[in-house]
């Protein structure tokens, strides 16, 4: 197991380094000169943009720059400085992540505990009035855009309820209303795939076996239907709880969340080639943890699947 | 009963507001104010930034305030701060005296090797363009004396450079980190840094400032604690306000009404100061380069209606906006460019065109800007039988556009009269501030030397010799500059406007005042 997850570790460096150098490569083609950018909006010389960009190593070839980025990310941890304020990237993205974690542990905890039971009992009660309503609702809500379900919240839980407030990370009670928009989406979606994968299985011989066994059917569905429905409902939270510490940017906008979205989103209007970069190997980084995480969780939720690690990591002792 | 403050500030001067919001009460409490900002730093030097903007002179020492656009330093108008008295040595040497008490809220002392050093760090940084045009060296001359060169000795440039300058602790920046630099700064300013989260906001208090006498308006404090929370969406700063959650933000247009019309709020109107203009690219093989060409576009629409989806503007009957001390009001009374189809045409006639042969000609302006303006001066030039196309570009793309003399025939930009009518013409055709040629590629040894006759004296003869020679040739057409509001809960009753941004230490509360935090 622990040859499996160095394993995997050491597949990401490959993955972040083609990521770091496809984003580095890629900003400094979009148009736009970030010497000119840093000295702000004020009217400058061109002796004033040439010193500029001298100073921010500009004039430097492309190679010399990207394998000095590269190797000071790799190998120092550091992200370089901000081309625009000057500011310490890492600084910057150690600041921040917090509030993108706060939202996406809060949206994942708040569409399990909705999602899961709800996907379990419309699968369970496939076709009913219940399954029908619960279908009819997470589609409304999938079809409705974060920024609007958002917009939608504040008007009435801050604007006419005076409940919560409506923009900010201060403290807790400044996640409930982003937390609530950005889980609505991922909610039907995920409740979708519960049902999906449930009704796959309860109709499977074991289940049917188990009821016939006379297991009540609380038994049934959570010891016997749900532990082996889980694989690609983790799957589904792996992926969208990796995707949500990329930021959710437009959810960070909307709520004035000092974020890693809102911060990318900053730096590729300013063409803040270093901090985009920056934010992008990051959110590489903090993606492929997840699913690193989330392909462990398989082997505690279905016992063959830690055989085969297991297995596979005495094989290659044998060999050796 | 509604109840609406709509204070004007056009050309006011900020001292007289100010010195009356410092004697009208004793210190608030706090007030939470809210900025469309969200990236910036506090350290000394940095970025523009909305934050940066509304705190510099709060948490920053510089050497003197300029209290409103134009204050001279021979007048008197211009205040000291750290500078205890400024000597004009001959037009390019300043001899400046500092407080000897002065510290900043770690304790260290400020010498003038520091405020040399400030000074070089800011030029070597390149944040401040006056700094970077105007500012040529200093030099410590005692433990609290030192000379200040500059390489520009036109009138404005002292005062810009005495003015624009954060001053710290040399020891201090050079030992900090990062994280400290911008989170907890060894500040020279009235108030100290007691939070700051990036990208969320700031909070300031009111230290045991090393000024008790002779305070300049920058250095009042009329509050307590004042916290700053960046909220990027002007909907949502609208909704903060209503929601009891902030004191204080700038509003856009669009919810101006919501406020001008709840008793709960104040709403006062101030100039933007960024005057909208359209520039011809005059290069060669640009349409634009035909004076005809040009005429036939400016008499072909009006300002007004470009100005309708803009809000509340002030328009520019001329090639400047009506706000530096050096503006000759006679100009305002001349024919500008009013819409006249049948010149018009005349001109497009002249230039060889007509409808067979339509004139093309592109526009650039910023996508992020709204572009209903541009939409109506589209209509109207298709009226006229010019057909315009909007080259719209984001702030960053538009940057490297901008400087290409193939990219584009006509330009919009948008300037500020930092103090004279001249410095914001010197912006726009100045050839040694736009790197040879003028912002529009202009190459015109006459206009350079009737610009800088208009420079060196301001004289009312000069400065309309070179009025004139920008008409006769018509390398531009002025627009309009719009009007900014802010709203406050109504236990503020004056935001202390300098300029372009209130001053937070030196608004008025009302004696029942209680912040919302």
């Known amino acids: 197991m622990i040859r499996y997850v160095i394993k995997r570790l050491l597949i990401m460096i490959p993955t972040l380094l083609a990521v770091g150098i496809i984003m580095f490569t890629l900003m400094n083609f979009v148009p736009g000169d970030p010497a000119q950018l840093a000295l702000g909006s004020g009217v400058h010389t061109a002796a004033e943009i040439e010193a500029k960009r001298e100073a921010l190593g500009l004039n430097r070839p492309f190679i010399v720059r990207l394998g000095e980025y590269i190797s000071n990310i790799f190998l120092r941890f550091d992200f370089g ?148 429905a889980l694989i690609p409902i983790l799957t589904v939270i792996g992926m969208r709880f990796g995707s949500m510490l990329g930021g959710a940017t437009i959810i960070e906008v909307v709520f004035s969340i000092p974020g890693i979205g809102q911060y990318l989103v900053n730096s590729i209007n300013n063409r803040d080639y270093n901090a985009c970069t920056g934010c992008i190997i990051f959110i590489a980084f903090a993606f492929a943890i997840i699913m690193l995480l989330t392909d462990l969780l398989y082997a505690y939720a279905d016992p063959r699947i830690k055989a085969q690690y297991v297995a596979s990591g005495k094989k290659v002792k044998k060999n050796g | 009963m509604k109840k609406r403050m709509a204070a004007m500030a056009l050309g006011i001067s900020a001292a007289a507001i100010m010195g009356m919001s410092m004697s009208a009460q004793a210190a608030a409490d706090k007030v939470i104010v809210a900025v469309d900002d969200d990236s910036f730093t506090i350290g000394p030097w940095g970025n523009d930034s909305s934050v940066r903007d509304w705190t510099e002179n709060t948490i920053w020492a510089h050497l003197c305030y300029r209290p ?322 909007i080259d719209g570009q984001d702030r960053a793309a538009r940057q490297a556009v901008q400087n290409d003399p193939t990219a584009w025939d006509i330009a919009e930009y948008s300037d500020s009269v930092a103090d004279f009518t001249t410095s914001y013409w010197n912006d726009l055709f100045g050839a040694e501030a736009n790197g040879g040629l003028t912002q529009g590629f202009t190459d015109d040894a006459k206009l350079q030397e009737l610009l800088q006759a208009a420079i060196a004296d301001r004289s009312e003869e000069n400065m309309t010799a070179f009025h004139d020679y920008v008409i006769e040739n018509c390398y531009m057409v002025g627009l309009y500059t719009e009007t900014k509001h802010i709203a406050t809960t109504n236990g503020i009753t004056d935001i202390a406007l300098e300029k372009l941004n209130p001053v937070l230490n030196a608004m008025t509360f009302a004696d029942d005042y209680a912040s919302v935090g």
């Open chain 1, 81 to 228: 400085k901000s081309l625009v304020d000057g500011t310490d990237i890492k600084w910057e993205l150690m600041k921040r992540f917090p509030h993108t974690a706060k939202i996406a542990v809060f949206s994942i905890l708040l569409t399990i505990i909705i999602g899961l039971p709800l996907g379990i009992y419309t699968a369970v009660h496939a076709n009913s009035v219940g399954d029908r309503i619960s279908l009819i609702v997470t589609l409304l809500f999938d079809c409705m855009p974060s920024f609007w379900t958002a917009l939608l919240l504040v008007l009435l839980f801050s604007l006419k309820l005076k409940w919560l407030p409506s923009s900010g990370a201060k403290s807790l009670e400044y996640f409930i209303l982003p937390t609530i928009a950005n889980s609505l989406g991922g909610l039907a979606g995920f409740t979708r795939q519960v049902r999906a994968s449930m009704l796959e299985v309860v109709s499977s011989d074991y289940v049917t076996t188990a009821r016939s066994k006379g297991l009540p059917e609380k038994d049934v569905i959570y010891g016997h239907a749900l532990p082996n």
């Open chain 2, 68 to 389: 409103f656009t134009g204050a001279m330093l021979e007048t008197g108008e211009v205040q000291m701060v750290a500078a205890k008295s400024v000597t004009k040595v001959d037009d390019a040497t300043y001899d400046v005296e500092i407080y000897d008490n002065i510290v900043d809220s770690k304790g260290n002392q400020i010498t003038a090797e520091d405020v040399v050093y400030s000074y070089d760090k800011l030029q070597e940084l390149g944040y401040v363009s006056e700094i970077s045009l105007y500012y040529d060296s200093a030099e410590v001359t005692g433990d609290y004396t030192l000379t200040i060169h500059l390489k520009d000795s036109s009138e404005g440039s002292a005062e810009a450079v005495l003015t624009m300058c954060s001053i710290a602790d040399k020891d201090w920046f050079e030992g900090a980190d990062e994280n400290e630099i911008n989170s907890d700064p060894a500040v020279t300013g009235p108030y100290k840094v007691t939070e700051m989260a990036a990208g969320s906001g700031v909070s300031l208090e009111a230290w045991d400032y090393w000024k008790t006498e002779d305070l300049a308006d920058c250095e009042a404090q009329n509050v307590n604690e004042i916290e700053i929370r960046c909220i990027t969406e002007a909907s949502a700063r609208s909704i903060a306000l209503e929601n009891g959650e902030i004191d204080m933000a700038e509003i856009s247009t669009d919810d101006l009404a919501r406020f001008e019309e709840n008793d709960d709020f104040n709403v006062t109107e101030y100039l933007n100061w960024m005057s909208q203009y359209l520039i011809f690219n005059t290069s060669e093989g640009r349409v634009t380069a035909d004076e005809n060409v040009r005429k036939a576009i400016a008499y072909a629409f009006d300002t007004y209606t470009m100005s309708l989806t803009a809000g509340n503007c002030v328009m520019s009957y001329d090639v400047a906006p009506n706000i530096g001390p050096d503006y000759v009001e006679a100009w305002d009374g001349q024919e500008y460019f009013n819409r006249d189809l049948d010149k018009a045409a005349e001109y497009l006639e002249a230039a060889g065109y007509d409808s067979s042969n339509p004139l093309q000609v592109s526009i650039l302006v910023t996508s992020q800007a709204p572009q209903q303006p541009y939409v109506a001066l589209q209509a109207m030039l298709a009226e006229a039988g010019i057909q315009l196309t």
